[in-house]
């Protein structure tokens, strides 16, 4: 985790003087870096945590990392309002601060303890290398190999191709909201000299509805749960429902060529007259939705290969980012219309999917109590 956080450093210190070279480099390196953060960070959160902590965990995990965009997009808001051009100035004094904040947040990444299951484990490797240290050796190259075949094995599982759907979804619409949503409000010259500023405020209430999504399901958890009686289903509909909303809303109130127009912007009319109040409340819809169903998904696949995490999370990350690449792709071709259709089926189907295992999950899981008993 350190290293790649050291390499995200790198990546937003490029920003500070950019050169064309250098940004695609940056741009491969980081991408190699991101999924071997997110499966550490993965196989982190499920060491520390158990079957009756996980989705506390997962749902504060997701609210701090998420309290980036809030505070990042309410800088920009408040620092750029009314600017039309960004000066070099402006730039590098933003882009310094964030390599400075990266790099203080990835020396954090030393400071995380091992559980003690671990640090026994490793105490009896040490004492074990000490007998047999050209064993070892050899071993280590087969371990890398194993841990590959472990990953391929997981993924041809029927629960993770079950949740390949859902996982899928989170990739898709993690790009319509950090991308796509923002640059359509941006191209919407209905909102006159307000469009741009209206990209930094989307961005902050994304954040908020990230951070009340988070916070409730990893804080209450436990309340939500044990009294309530609401475990990772209810959420994930509940998930579904907000996004559902908030696709018939942009539909209704943004241009349907607002992805596909040029710099100028589109004067085209939506069918309703486009309202930032409703762009607000669909950018914290937005986020609220993101934040159940990946809250959700940490807890159920950290649950269920607590002993596998690593390779586990490996291959949610690696669904997720081929369909984030996939939607950014098509991002700029299609119509509004198009790609609020296929977030909507694929939300849909995801969550169906989510559910068969979750029951399937609870079964076991009952069973196996059962057994012990």
């Not at 196989?43 to 998420?66: H, P, V, Y």
């Not at 907000?242 to 809303?249: E, N, T």
């Not at 790609?339 to 068969?356: E, M, N, R, V, Y």
Request: aromatic share 16%; hydrophobic share 50%.
């Amino acid at each position: 985790m350190f290293i790649s956080g050291l390499v995200y450093s790198a990546y937003v210190a490029v920003f500070i003087e950019p050169y064309t070279w250098s940004f695609y480099l940056a741009s491969v390196i980081i991408g190699i870096a991101a999924a071997v953060l997110w499966t550490a960070q993965g196989n982190c959160l499920t060491i520390n945590s158990d079957e009756n902590t996980i989705g506390r965990n997962s749902g504060i995990f997701w609210a701090l990392l998420q309290f980036s965009l809030l505070f990042g997009n309410l800088y920009i808001y408040f620092a750029w309002k009314g600017e039309k051009h960004i000066s070099d100035y402006d730039r590098r004094t933003v882009y310094t601060a964030l390599t400075v904040i990266s790099l203080v947040g990835s020396f954090f990444f030393i400071l995380i303890r091992k559980p003690v299951s671990e640090v026994q484990s490793t105490e009896n490797n040490v004492s074990d290398d000490e007998h047999e240290p050209t064993f070892r050796t050899q071993e280590q190259p087969s371990q890398a190999v194993a841990a590959f075949k472990s990953a391929i094995n997981i993924f041809l599982t029927k629960e993770i191709l079950l949740l390949s759907v859902c996982i899928a979804y989170t990739g898709l619409e993690l790009t319509f909201f950090s991308g796509v949503y923002g640059t359509c409000l941006g191209a919407t010259n209905y909102f006159g000299d307000e469009a741009k500023s209206l990209i930094g405020l989307s961005g902050i209430f994304v954040g908020v509805g990230e951070v009340i999504g988070g916070a409730t399901f990893g804080l209450l958890n436990k309340f939500l749960s044990k009294y309530l009686g609401i475990g990772r289903n209810p959420v994930v509909i509940l998930g579904l429902l907000c996004h559902i909303l908030a696709y018939f809303l942009i539909f209704l109130n943004v241009p349907n060529d607002a992805p596909v127009v040029s710099d100028v912007g589109t004067n085209e009319a939506a069918f309703l007259i486009p309202s930032k109040f409703i762009a607000i409340a669909c950018s914290f819809l937005l986020g609220l939705g993101d934040s159940c169903f990946n809250t959700q998904l940490l807890s159920i696949v950290g649950f269920m290969y607590a002993q596998e995490s690593a390779p586990a999370f490996a291959v949610f990350k690696f669904v997720q980012s081929i369909s984030a690449a996939i939607a950014f792709g098509y991002s700029n071709y299609l119509m509004l219309q198009w790609q609020l259709l296929i977030l909507c089926l694929t939300a849909f189907f995801g969550t169906i999917s989510f559910i068969l295992v979750e029951w399937n999950a609870k079964s076991s899981f009952t069973s196996h109590s059962y057994d012990r008993i």
